[in-house]
């Protein structure tokens, strides 16, 4: 199942790309155990965060702490092992709400909310800024590219944005923004699309966490567009 958190930021500087989100993944499995395991992205546990064992007073409202009602105290997982107790005597209907500081964008708060029974693992993502330069060659036979989708993986789940044109079908152009990675390393393609013709991937890149944690990740792709691709 996917917990409910998903955060992305984008600016765009020239380049338009369509930005696969990565949103924060949970596996279920019953009967209901004793305890969750929380894992980051570089699959070690966050070393800092809390829980609370909650209810929406609105139904399918996650996104607004105002609107949680607290049922159990605080508590916080093994930073060693990651692993959560459920507390004894909880309602098999509460809900656990897992907040922690991104380690690659500490002003971003996670918030992941899982069932407090049936979640054996939880995994936070985390915002990766990304500086992406694309050298485009002139198209060949007129298939000039119409846009560009940026995904990552593995993933456990996937939604794009909308599609939005490139004005020119040569030059270098740069794209600033953040990509949501749930789980490294992590590869990321970059897919163009063009009319009639189907995605092609136009470049590729193994983003590791120790890359991440360096700050900024630079890239420097260049899609020639050449025939037959």
């Excluded at 949680?68 to 692993?83: A, K, S």
């Excluded at 890239?219 to 050449?226: C, E, F, P, Q, V």
């Amino acid at each position: 199942m996917n917990c409910h958190n998903k955060t992305f930021r984008e600016l765009n500087t020239g380049l338009w790309l369509v930005v696969a989100l990565v949103g924060t993944g949970c596996h279920k499995q019953a009967p209901c155990p004793s305890g969750t395991v929380i894992w980051d992205a570089h699959r070690q546990p966050p070393s800092q965060g809390h829980a609370l064992w909650i209810n929406p007073v609105l139904a399918d409202d996650w996104n607004h702490p105002l609107h949680w009602e607290v049922v159990g105290d605080t508590m916080h997982w093994d930073v060693l092992t990651g692993q959560l107790q459920r507390p004894s005597g909880m309602p098999l209907d509460a809900w656990c709400a897992i907040v922690s500081p991104d380690p690659l964008t500490p002003s971003r708060i996670r918030t992941a909310v899982i069932p407090s029974c049936g979640t054996d693992t939880c995994h936070l993502d985390v915002e990766c800024s990304m500086d992406i330069f694309l050298r485009l060659s002139r198209s060949l036979n007129g298939n000039r590219p119409t846009h560009y989708q940026l995904t990552s993986s593995p993933q456990r789940s996937e939604t794009s944005t909308a599609f939005h044109a490139i004005n020119e079908g040569h030059g270098t152009h740069r794209w600033q923004g953040h990509v949501n990675v749930e789980s490294f390393p992590s590869r990321l393609r970059l897919i163009r699309q063009s009319h009639g013709l189907p995605p092609v991937v136009a470049a590729e890149h193994t983003l590791t966490f120790e890359e991440s944690q360096q700050g900024n990740v630079v890239l420097h792709w260049h899609d020639g567009n050449r025939k037959n691709q």
